[in-house]
């Protein structure tokens, strides 16, 4: 089963970090980069530092450190800095489904036909 990582706005809704990236996309045409957070040669080495990470997710950077103390997100830590690679950032939104009642029933059915008690 999979869960599905949430933003709580200044307003007080929640709001799927998927539906964020897709509407800041659609706004801003692409994504935003932390001056001091690039490579840009190619995509796949483009990365973050927390405060870039952040305004990506539409977070605080608190909220991003509180999922890197949980190890919820993807980050690489050198020294005292961490970093975000935008494709593996990318990579854990769109995996980032919650399975329905549905499909977890299907899976529990799936599991008694497998294992007989």
Do not use: C
């Not at 200044?10 to 490579?39: A, C, M, W």
């Not at 919820?72 to 975000?84: Q, S, T, V």
């Not at 529990?108 to 497998?114: G, I, K, P, S, W």
Request: hydrophobic residues 30%; charged residues 30%.
């Amino acid at each position: 089963m999979k869960s599905k990582l949430f933003v709580l706005t200044k307003n007080g809704e929640l709001h799927p970090v998927e539906d964020l990236q897709v509407k800041f996309e659609n706004e801003t045409g692409g994504l935003i980069k932390s001056p001091r957070s690039s490579y840009s040669d190619t995509t796949s080495n483009e990365h973050f530092d927390v405060k870039g990470i952040a305004e990506f997710l539409g977070m605080k950077p608190s909220g991003i450190y509180g999922l890197v103390h949980k190890r919820k997100i993807p980050h690489i830590k050198k020294g005292k800095r961490l970093y975000f690679f935008k494709d593996k950032i990318l990579d854990w939104l769109r995996n980032g489904n919650v399975d329905t009642d549905q499909d977890i029933q299907n899976q529990a059915d799936e599991y008694l036909r497998n294992h007989k008690v």
